[in-house]
């Protein structure tokens, strides 16, 4: 046989022959001694023993020709056996050593199909450990692998994760098939192992089919020696090119493709620190892990968007300390979104620690728990404590050198912050805090940076409904429709809908619609819970602020629903910054608003425990709550201490809708009202209502407020477009009224005579548009009545009064007598001194005069004075000075500041210059008889005239 001739074989046989012949001495010898032992036995008997030992010799030769020729035969066999022996590791556990044989066998079987063609994949490890035993094992390997396990990553070590007695074969095999990452440790020896070759093909086979990842580590060896089978490597081929012709090849193919991959050379890493290199070995492993365990929660719908913004906040990477809170309305998924980047970027940390519902925990065990808990997590070893001073003081001694990874979740209260990352400097360079809760005014302190969690776009919450309602992205035939209406009611809130959708789950058509029907009246009791967490956590004034918002002011102006909430003494200037920051409102674009949800859960509160009973309630702002007091029947009219705040109709608080666009610029629309509204046994049971603060009511009827009517808690009064032509008969005692807004009350004002506010010591401040000059201004024109309006000593903001005089000139237009009916004269003026006004025509002037102004209704500069006065052309028609050929005129004003004379034009019918004329010249102020309002002094002899304007009230 031609391979005899090889010097390495002819050695072997030596080798081999020289211990079979031993054996075959040693064989003869224990013949001979049983053949002496019988002829001691048989000593009568010489011809037996010599038979005896001419057999022996016979039986020798017939054995040592047999071991020689089965020698020859299996040489080859022989020597790969010898070096499967050689090769064994003395430290391999003595019941789970491999045979070599038998795994040889298997992979040259296997190797080029490790993986099946129909294998459906499935992970059990997350990283498989290929190296060579006596190389690495309890050093370099033993420390990858407690570093990987530490970090909570799944991994496969042979002599660490196989059981005792269990075949390696397909075990080690189907370990490498079912990891997501392969680590491939090459030492010096390692290509001496065919079993370690054979580990390296089946992993590149499962890299090239099944999308394994494979990171090569080159401990103590160069990779071009890998790559090219140089030194070691080179001497470990020579010899297993003649035993595995038929793999050499394979393996070569296997170490030029794995050794090209981007891996890490220990001794040129870190200047050959080992717990460097390993702990960047094992980031790098769980930053290729973290993608693949995100994506496989497939309920985390829209996660992407807010994960990337989020981390663009925490700025991984740029060293130094960083807090970031994650702030927004309960169930909006602030944890969702915390967990998910905890999951992505924890690797990337020396140590991390997630506590979730910190709220409830810390409620429940203390904060002392919760810092033993961190404590033990990030040090992996178990921390008791005596109190929490002592947390404080270990969680900044022990963490302050560390890289961590912190996610406080659900933080309701400073002190949890206090206790568990009281400072940057309780922890080391590089680390992040993310912070989850419902209030902002948490964060203020601590948080570098504040992520708001937006709520889910229509096509993200059907999607995400449909995971729970019935396991599918789209809507299912026929429930499309129910669908969106489920989806409408939740906002795009996270908890409503998969609470909703795992409700509904399983339910029928019918039952759904049921359902729906259902949420309208009652909402889902675990939905209301939840959002109701944020209002537990509210003072009480801050309660009552929140439930006037939920129930009356959703949508209105910032400015006009502050006016209303602090006439009721909620400090709404502090008060609606900290329901802003808690998530419960928001203002956008100067409107109050909040989620549907959030809404619902305030009205739910304000029915508590009397849901049909509205007369219980301390707030009534729905339509049938009100035909209910209506239709009840005398006991209804029986004093009511509940019922604090009353809005008829509920609709007219939503200032947004375009109908009531019109209100802001003071022309009312004209529209039918509820016939509630008007109910004639309506004012009767509002009388009785003894605790009332705020009464809004649109379009009160023609009668005035009952004289029972005494509402001494009311702290704001606003009727809009009313009908009555008095507020109430005789006196009112209403020591704690701030607010009066008349918004449209045409009826009220046109006819007004006088108002007199005086001894009103608790009015604050009357409505803006309280008295609508444009109103009043159209019955006067007509009428040829003066107008005189002062804002009361209380409200006048104090101006620098001096004895001055200011000359106008002015030139009109050649038809003023029929174009205008008056003019309207501003001012600013000592309250107690009376306002002089002198008018003279002139056919001609020294200098070139002004043209006049003409009063302009949309102008809001009128609103800044003081004194507002209207003088009608008709009440000078009698006088002297009345010539309607003269186009130039001269005013002078005395004793007052800034003043503006504006002329008003007719509405209406033309003005003739020679109407009848009435005597005007004097406007009697009634509440005082010795006092004119107007006065006009008519000199005769000469072309002027003198009005005289003193005030003390209100006059028309």
Request: aromatic share 8%.
């Amino acid at each position: 046989m031609k391979f005899c001739d090889d010097p390495e074989y002819q050695t072997l046989i030596q080798k081999h022959v020289t211990k079979q012949l031993k054996k075959t001495q040693t064989t003869k010898s224990n013949i001979q001694s049983h053949s002496y032992s019988t002829t001691v036995g048989v000593r009568h008997g010489k011809h037996s023993m010599i038979t005896l030992e001419i057999i022996c010799n016979v039986i020798f030769c017939v054995i040592a020709g047999a071991v020689a020729i089965c020698f020859t035969i299996y040489a080859k066999k022989a020597l790969k056996g010898l070096e499967n022996e050689d090769n064994k590791e003395t430290d391999d556990v003595s019941d789970s050593v491999p045979n070599k044989l038998d795994i040889s066998m298997a992979s040259s079987s296997s190797s080029s199909h490790c993986v099946p063609a129909s294998i459906s994949q499935s992970w059990n490890y997350d990283v498989f450990l290929s190296f060579r035993g006596e190389d690495t094992r309890k050093r370099f390997v033993d420390h990858l692998y407690t570093a990987l396990v530490q970090q909570g990553i799944h991994t496969y070590k042979d002599d660490e994760t196989l059981a005792r007695g269990e075949s390696i074969g397909p075990s080690l095999l189907k370990a490498i098939q079912e990891s997501r990452i392969a680590v491939v440790v090459f030492s010096k020896n390692y290509a001496d192992s065919s079993w370690c070759l054979d580990e390296l093909a089946c992993i590149i086979d499962c890299m090239d089919n099944i999308g394994q990842v494979v990171m090569p580590i080159f401990y103590d060896i160069d990779p071009s020696d890998v790559r090219k089978q140089n030194g070691k490597y080179g001497e470990a081929f020579d010899k297993h090119r003649w035993e595995n012709k038929h793999k050499v090849e394979s393996w070569r193919k296997a170490l030029v493709k794995t050794s090209n991959l981007s891996g890490w050379v220990p001794r040129d890493f870190a200047n050959g620190h080992e717990a460097n290199c390993i702990k960047n070995i094992v980031g790098t492993i769980s930053g290729r892990l973290s993608p693949l365990i995100t994506n496989v929660d497939t309920d985390l719908i829209g996660i992407e968007t807010h994960l990337l913004d989020l981390k663009s906040k925490l700025v991984i990477g740029s060293g130094g300390v960083r807090m970031v809170g994650i702030w927004g309305v309960g169930g909006g998924g602030k944890t969702t979104l915390a967990s998910a980047a905890y999951t992505e970027i924890s690797h990337e940390f020396d140590a991390h620690c997630l506590l979730e519902n910190i709220r409830d925990e810390s409620s429940k065990h203390g904060l002392k728990k919760l810092q033993e808990k961190i404590l033990s997590v990030v040090l992996k070893t178990k921390v008791k404590l005596l109190n929490e001073r002592e947390g404080k003081s270990m969680i900044k001694s022990r963490l302050c050198h560390k890289s961590v990874l912190v996610v406080l979740d659900d933080v309701d209260d400073l002190k949890q912050l206090e206790a568990l990352a009281g400072s940057h400097d309780w922890f080391g360079d590089g680390s992040r805090i993310i912070i989850t809760t419902r209030d902002e005014h948490l964060l203020s302190r601590k948080a570098d940076a504040i992520y708001e969690v937006s709520l889910l776009s229509h096509d993200e919450a059907i999607k995400l409904f449909g995971r729970h309602a019935y396991r599918e992205d789209k809507p299912v035939e026929d429930y499309e429709m129910l669908s969106l209406d489920v989806v409408s009611y939740a906002g795009g809130l996270p908890l409503a809908l998969e609470i909703l959708g795992t409700f509904l789950y399983d339910k029928d058509k019918d039952e759904w619609m049921s359902a729906l029907a259902k949420l309208k009246c009652i909402p889902h009791v675990k939905v209301t819970e939840r959002l109701k967490i944020s209002y537990d956590g509210l003072e009480p004034d801050e309660k009552e602020l929140f439930l006037d918002i939920a129930c009356f002011l959703r949508r209105w102006p910032i400015d006009r629903a502050i006016r209303v909430l602090d006439a009721c003494s909620f400090h709404p200037g502090i008060g609606v910054k900290v329901l802003v920051q808690k998530s419960l409102i928001k203002v956008s674009n100067g409107i109050l608003d909040m989620h549907d949800l959030v809404e619902e859960m305030a009205h739910y509160i304000v029915r508590g425990e009397h849901p049909s009973h509205p007369e219980k309630h301390s707030r009534i702002w729905q339509e049938k709550d009100i035909v209910e007091f209506c239709a009840m029947g005398a006991e209804t009219l029986m004093e009511n201490y509940h019922i604090e705040v009353l809005a008829l109709p509920s609709y007219i608080i939503d200032l947004s809708l375009p109908r009531f666009g019109a209100i802001k610029s003071r022309k009312f629309p004209k529209f039918s009202l509820p016939s509630y509204v008007s109910h004639p046994r309506l004012p009767d049971v509002v009388a009785n209502m003894k605790k009332l603060r705020w009464i809004y009511w649109e379009g009160y009827p023609a009668s005035s407020l009952p004289t029972e009517f005494q509402p001494t808690k009311l702290s704001c009064l606003m009727l809009i477009r009313g009908q009555q032509n008095q507020l109430w008969e005789g006196c009112k005692h209403l020591p704690n009224l701030k607010t009066i807004d008349l918004q449209g009350n045409f009826h009220l004002l046109k006819r007004l005579k006088d108002l007199n506010l005086s001894g009103c010591n608790e009015l604050e401040k009357l409505a803006e548009d309280f008295f609508d000059k444009e109103c009043c201004l159209e019955v006067n024109a007509v009428e040829d009545r003066f107008m005189s309006v002062q804002l009361p000593p209380e409200l006048l903001v104090t101006s620098a009064y001096s004895h001055t005089m200011t000359l106008i000139r002015l030139q009109l237009p050649h038809n003023w007598y029929s174009d205008f009916s008056g003019f309207l004269l501003c001012a600013d003026n000592d309250p107690w001194e009376p306002c002089i006004i002198v008018l003279k025509q002139e056919m001609s002037m020294d200098s070139q005069p002004s043209h006049c102004e003409e009063f302009n209704k949309n102008c809001e500069s009128y609103d800044q004075y003081e004194r507002v006065g209207y003088v009608p052309f008709g009440s000078l028609r009698h006088t002297s000075w009345w010539n309607p050929t003269y186009t130039n005129i001269s005013v002078e004003i005395h004793d007052v500041v800034n003043p503006k004379v504006v002329f008003v034009r007719r509405n209406g019918k033309t003005g003739n210059s020679r109407e009848r004329s009435i005597d005007y010249s004097e406007c009697w102020d009634k509440e005082w008889e010795d006092r004119k309002t107007f006065e006009v002094i008519d000199d005769p002899k000469s072309s002027k005239i003198e009005i005289v304007w003193s005030y003390d009230s209100y006059e028309l």
